[in-house]
Every structure is written in C-alpha cells, then in structure tokens.
C-alpha cells in the first residue's frame, strides 16, 4: 500500500494506492496519526486506487474521523470510491459517518 | 478437494484472499460473489490470527476448497484457543460507530457476505470454518426450481 499526502489550501488530500486489511490498516493508522497530529483535521481520502478494504481498514477511517470531527476543528471526507468499498462500507454501517464525493476536486473543494 | 496451508501472520492475508477467489472463479461465481468471498475470507484469517492463535506467527492457516459450478465452500482450520462464535456479540450498525467497540465486524461480514457460516472445534482437529457462496446463476435457478 502506497500512501501520499499532498498539503493543500484548505485540507491535505491523501491518496491511497492498493488494499487496507490487517497487514496494511496500522501502517494507515500510523500515517493519519502523524497528519491529525501536526493539526491537519480537514482530510481528504482519495480512494480511487483501492481494491481492497477489511473491517481493520474501516476501522482506520473511523478513528480517523472520531478525532478529526473532536471540537468540530475538521473531519474525514472520503472520494471516488469503487462500488466495492462502498459495499463495506454500507455493510459496517458506516456510510451515514462520512461524507462521500465522486471525485476528488468535489470533495477538496467543500471545504 | 485442493489444500494449502498458509502461515498464520496478516502477510498471507493476500495469498489466502487469491487462493480462495481463483477457487470462486473454477467455480464461476459471479463478480460480486467473488469480491464477498474474498472479503469474507479475509474477515476468517484475520480472526483465526487475532482471536484462535492471539498473534502472528503461533500456527498455521489450512485452507482448502470444495468446488461445484456456481457453488463455493471454503473450509478453515486452525490449531489455536476454541472458537465460540455464540460468545461474539453481533454488532448493532445502526448505532453510530464512535460509540460501537471495534469487535465482532468480521464475523458479522461473513454471516451477511456467505450463504452459510458454520464453525466446530475438537481437541484433536482444532477449529474447522466451513463457509459456502452460492453464486448468482446457481442462486437463479434454485429460486426458479423452487417456483
């Protein structure tokens, strides 16, 4: 899994390339972590490029969005994601907890 | 019956997930299927790493298949601690997640990914997980058989 933040105007846009299941979810962890960390709460998921997500995965973004959405400083919206991750998603019950865009430009630009 | 025994650590995750998928697509299982086997599959090995053997590198993952046209099973066995999925508490989605405890999401992925989910345990042969995918055409026509 290859990750790559891009520090932004309003947000910081972090593009996802592969699977998120248990091998790969604390290596996502880790690197959301150090972004909330330096005060980045406004983030932007591209998951166009990923094929895979577990329950471990999901839980990532979840985390991710308790912290970002703490003092209402931020929040975790995710783009382009596939039909399948979509399905785990909605099967987590997790869909009603993020904001989703079809793209990537949609999602940088509501904040 | 084909056989293969991973070991028990979350870098076979992809090697298990692709075993299982080239068995679902022998079996022609649609592509939705497909991608639920793999999840579901997934979900299973995580478990067997996290919950039977309580980390990585403490046993083997021994995964085979059964394979009939549009129709899947999945057996796995494991040699760690007795699974009691009655003991799991099956997670309530409609709560919001900041308030859900990060337990029981994999096992409820497979009950609702795979037509059946049936685990057992013995002394002597550890925990078996037999879970079956019936694919979408195979679905169709037991339906219509039904009617």
Redesign the interface.
């Known amino acids: 899994m290859e990750i790559l933040s891009t520090a932004l105007k309003r947000c910081v846009l972090i593009n996802i390339n592969g699977r998120i299941d248990s091998e790969t979810a604390p290596h996502l962890q880790k690197a959301l972590n150090a972004l909330i960390d330096e005060g980045n709460y406004k983030l932007v998921l591209d998951l166009s490029k990923v094929d895979f997500i577990s329950s471990a995965g999901l839980w990532v973004l979840v985390n991710a969005q308790k912290k970002c959405k703490r003092f209402n400083r931020g929040e975790v919206v995710l783009a382009s994601i596939s039909q399948r991750i979509h399905a785990a998603l909605d099967l987590a019950g997790f869909i009603p907890y993020f904001k989703v865009f079809e793209d990537t430009a949609k999602a940088v630009g509501s904040f | 019956m084909r056989s293969i025994a991973f070991p028990g650590k979350?870098?076979s995750?992809?090697e298990i997930?692709e075993f299982f998928a080239r068995a679902a697509e022998e079996a022609a299982l649609d592509e939705k299927s497909i991608?639920e086997v793999?999840?579901a599959v997934?979900?299973a090995a995580?478990n067997i790493?996290?919950h039977a053997y309580e980390g990585e590198g403490k046993g083997d993952i021994e995964c085979s298949c059964e394979i009939e046209p549009g129709r899947l099973e999945v057996i796995m066995r494991d040699h760690g601690k007795a699974f009691d999925p009655k003991k799991v508490k099956t997670?309530?989605?409609?709560?919001?997640?900041?308030r859900r405890k990060?337990r029981g999401?994999?096992l409820?992925?497979m009950k609702?990914?795979m037509d059946s989910v049936e685990f057992s345990f013995s002394s002597k042969n550890g925990n078996e997980l037999r879970m079956v995918k019936i694919g979408k055409v195979l679905a169709d026509q037991e339906h219509t058989q039904q009617e």
Not at chain 2, 91 to 98: D, G, M, W
Request: glycine fraction near 4%; charged fraction near 25%; hydrophobic fraction near 25%.
């Open positions: 979350f870098s995750l992809s997930r991608c793999e999840l997934d979900e995580s790493i996290d997670p309530n989605t409609r709560n919001n997640p900041r990060q999401l994999g409820h992925f609702s990914l």
